[in-house]
Nanobody, 125 residues
């Protein structure tokens, strides 16, 4: 399984970015997907998750209404649209998946074995 994340960069507060994560080596449509982030000196935290197919979405409270996770099963790709970015959103963002992830642990980084390489998002004030 390989995950390739892209789309990070430097943006001013209030701006937008869209992250992409291309997956290979798995039955993409059958896997739940997650986005996590790790800020400087912080733990890796859940940002958003999406159920299989075109299923339900889940967000951490701090990004609700600003971030949107989506997936294109025909392209084996999951996206994270990030709007109204804030300096506290600055982090390395990781996509993740694992066939064993269930809805009750979709927010737990320990549930995922397969991770992308991370893409850096920097939001300036």
């Amino acid at each position: 399984v390989q995950l390739q994340a892209s789309g990070g960069g430097l943006v001013q507060a209030g701006g937008s970015l869209r992250l992409s994560c291309a997956a290979s080596g798995l039955m993409f449509s059958r896997n739940r997907m997650g986005w996590f982030r790790q800020g400087p000196g912080k733990e890796r935290d859940f940002v958003a998750g999406m159920d299989r197919g075109s299923g339900s979405t889940y967000y951490t409270d701090s990004v609700k209404g600003r971030f949107t996770i989506s997936r294109d099963n025909s392209k084996n790709t999951v996206y994270l649209q990030m709007n109204s970015l804030r300096p506290e959103d600055t982090a390395v963002y990781y996509c993740a998946t694992d066939p064993s992830v269930i809805l009750s642990n979709i927010r737990s980084h320990n549930a995922y074995r397969y991770w992308g390489q991370g893409t850096l998002v920097t939001v300036s004030s």
